[in-house]
């Protein structure tokens, strides 16, 4: 099978293998929310993003080779979804907090995923991760194809969190 791993572990009278199959759809989602407490503001972030009802697997930068942008993916609910994501929370009105991810898709292989969240704006947000994407082709000999950045911004009322983030997920599931 293209793109998987299979672990077998043997004890008496059971043989357990799982597989784990290499993601080839992403998407660039965000969203932001209050909530009356930093938990309740970060699931009401996932929710506006989309990713509300999911179970994240958080993964590093790397998109695999020949992965397809979508503009949405249906996630199904409770599925366990590798995604590469930035968020943060703050409980001090009128602070304005941002997140961003920017992804990079090389040509001929592999792509890079960064992300970032701080106390600002997101365009600056936004500017950040693209710089960073552009750094890490530059650091990898790759040549940039293409650049995809989704950034969110909120002003905080009471707590506010926002969150961006790369869901993968896989082609006909």
Known sequence: MKGSITLVKKEPDLLLTARWQTPDLYALVAGSSEGQTFLTAFDGALLAAGVGNVN??????????????????????????????????????????????GVGVSEATYGVIME????????????????????????????????????????????GCVFAGVPLWYAGA
Do not use: N, W
């Open 56 to 101: 994240l697997l958080r993964v590093s930068s790397i998109l695999p080779p020949g992965s397809s942008y979508r503009e949405s993916i249906a996630l199904p609910p409770g599925s366990l979804v590798p995604i590469a994501y930035a968020s943060t929370s703050s409980d001090v009105p009128g602070t304005l907090i941002s997140a961003a991810v």
């Open 116 to 159: 970032f969240s701080g106390r600002c704006s997101a365009g600056e947000a936004g500017e950040y991760v693209a710089a960073m994407v552009r750094e890490a082709f530059q650091r990898r000999e790759l040549r940039l194809a293409d650049l995809k950045v989704r950034s969110v911004e909120h002003r905080v009322e009471g707590i």
